[in-house]
């Protein structure tokens, strides 16, 4: 039996956001929603392992939810501490935040405020396009798209995404050209094969019924093949969605698969890792109480989570090395102020000066070592 919802109440800019957490017991799940004004923004599942003690459940619900009402208070108050100071870098890494927990229209003004520090700042202009389409402004996310291609027409999520957009409006050949284009530049774009199957669909809903045997046979048998290397490429698109787009190719109900196709995927997924680590880089430069060694240990634990299940992804490694990095920095300091406190006690104790000024040249030397690799970074 699942446990009554937990429901908080957030008052962003004159708007109240609702928070609502579901545990459902059954699924062995915990279902985390923000809404405003009836509609969800986003949502966040956390699964964990069949057997877990009743308290240990209901203890992850009550953490689950907290967590998700902080983090929400604490996007917003980033917000505002990086319009006091904004960097198109800063701008573009809220952005995505925002347009990944569903706040479309604020991610919309931070992505125009990245260009105005930085008028070509891909990524923003890229993420910009994005928001347009999320919004309903073809048009206005086709001009933004294109706009980007002039700058590097080598970035295969700017085909994509301009794929999308055609393939909302129905306009198969441009979203077949743009989802190939996409292929083209990286073979092992999942989002794009399943797109790819998608349109083969559309095709099918287009013209089935004029079509030979033959070339229906050849579309239907595309569209399992495009659909099978994206669940190859990203074992989580082999979702419910998909198993039953799957079935409805092989019982001709082609635009009950069309629909189905689309809800396999949302229209816009962070890069693997982006938003725990713009939020964690945000934090780092603008949050007004800086990063504590709770919150550092919070960030190791959720970048080891996504490595897990991305191992191969060198640049979630590096970001890793550098959230170690940080706890070392804690380590050291911890360390010198205990050799300090020995001092105050006895000065005279052996090697007491000796190991307090070679753990001052550790301290110095992580931090120069951590202040390059947030550059890099």
Known sequence: MDWPPLSSHIEIDSKIYSVETAAEIARNRITSS??????????????????LETDAIRQRFKDFH???????????????????????????KLGVILLSNGFHDDARQKFMRAMEQNPGHL???????????????????????????????????LYYHLGNIHLDRFELDEATQNFLQALQINPRYADSRLKLAATCVGYLLQSGKTLPE????????????????AAQLNPKVRNRAFLMAQDSIKLKRYEV??????????????RVGDE??????????????????????????KLNAVIEEYPQYADLHQHLAVAHLIKTRFVVARSLREFKKTLEINPHLPRAQDSLVEAEEVHKRVLQALRKAIILT
């Open 66 to 92: 907290r967590i998700r009402t902080v983090e929400l208070e604490s996007i917003f108050r980033l917000a505002r501490k990086i319009d006091e100071k904004p960097t198109a870098e800063a701008c573009n």
């Open 123 to 157: 990524p923003a202009m890229k993420n910009y396009g994005i928001t347009l389409s999320l919004l309903g402004d073809h048009a206005g996310a086709v001009a933004a798209l294109h706009k980007a291609k002039e700058l590097n027409p080598g970035f295969a999520d």
């Open 214 to 229: 033959t070339k229906v046979k050849e579309l239907e048998e595309r569209v399992i093949a495009e659909s099978d290397t």
């Open 34 to 51: 923000v809404r405003l004004a009836g509609h969800t923004l986003s949502q966040r599942v956390l699964e964990y392992t069949e057997g």
């Open 276 to 301: 725990v680590i713009f939020f964690f880089t945000l934090m780092l430069l603008y949050g007004s109480e800086g990063i504590d060694q709770q919150m550092t240990d919070q960030y190791v634990d």
């Open 257 to 270: 698969a069309f629909q189905q196709f689309m809800e396999v995927r949302p229209k816009f997924v962070p």
